[in-house]
């Protein structure tokens, strides 16, 4: 990446449960997902983001899977989205265990 290299715009977003946040960037051909998410401040507001745990993507297509480069290597494109995934807090098949005891005690109620 150099600054003679033409400048294209991505975005960067990060969603909690009650709000999300889609940042604009503007950045150099070349730039990596993780340096636009570098650039683009959002760990400064959300600095309880672990990027060691969260999973980084392209357009709900995550990085360093199904052929994909990591973040870290990963080369934008003009208009990108680089979404941050936060961990899940459950393991899915335990929550449709759970749902599935909740339904099996209001029928026998």
């Keep these: 990446m150099t600054k003679d290299s033409p400048m294209m715009t991505v975005?960067?977003?990060y969603a909690l449960p009650d709000r999300q946040i889609l940042?604009?960037?503007?950045?150099?051909?070349?730039?990596?997902?993780?340096?636009?998410?570098s650039q683009?401040?959002?760990l400064d507001k959300?600095?309880?983001?672990?990027?060691?745990?969260s999973k980084v993507g392209i357009f709900?297509?995550?990085l360093g899977t199904k052929g994909l480069a990591s973040a870290d290597v990963y080369e934008l494109k003009a208009l990108d989205?680089?979404?941050?995934?936060?961990?899940?807090?459950l393991d899915p098949k335990e929550i449709r265990r759970r749902r599935a005891?909740?339904?099996k005690s209001k029928k026998k109620d």
Excluded: C, H, K, N
């Design 11 to 13: 975005e960067v977003a």
């Design 23 to 37: 940042l604009e960037v503007v950045v150099s051909q070349g730039t990596t997902a993780m340096d636009a998410i």
């Design 40 to 42: 683009s401040g959002v």
């Design 46 to 53: 959300f600095p309880e983001i672990d990027l060691t745990v």
């Design 60 to 62: 709900s297509q995550v």
């Design 81 to 89: 989205r680089v979404e941050i995934y936060r961990p899940l807090l």
């Design 101 to 103: 005891e909740q339904a």
